[in-house]
């Protein structure tokens, strides 16, 4: 009974080792190969809580959240007209079209 008992034991250890050695990939092989789909899809991610992957269409500039006013265009809106001073953006009937990067202020309704 007593070796019975040792010879179950020991064959749920060499189970429980083949299934614990047969997990999916390590952590550093997904993460490698997570960062390598990244790179080739180009998109965005979180990897871990110290790692992130930035988009490298966004520059510094785009991460800024202030902004100069003395050289934004100014938009104004009034009921079904618009009127815009400075570059970057243009107006064609009730349509405001900007067509450049930059810092736009836009008042009115």
Do not use: H, P, W
């Amino acid at each position: 009974m007593k070796g019975r008992i040792s010879k179950i034991a020991a064959m749920l250890m060499i189970i429980s080792f083949v299934f614990t050695g047969c997990s999916s990939k390590t952590e550093t092989e997904s993460q490698s190969q997570t960062e390598g789909t990244q790179q080739q899809t180009g998109t965005t991610a979180l990897l871990s809580s110290s790692q992130v992957v930035v988009d490298k269409e966004f520059t510094a500039r785009d991460l800024e959240v202030g902004y100069e006013e003395s050289t934004a265009t100014q938009i104004t809106l009034q009921d079904n007209t618009a009127s815009v001073t400075g570059s970057g953006a243009s107006v064609e009937g009730s349509t405001v079209t900007i067509s450049a990067e930059g810092s736009y202020v836009i008042s009115g309704s």
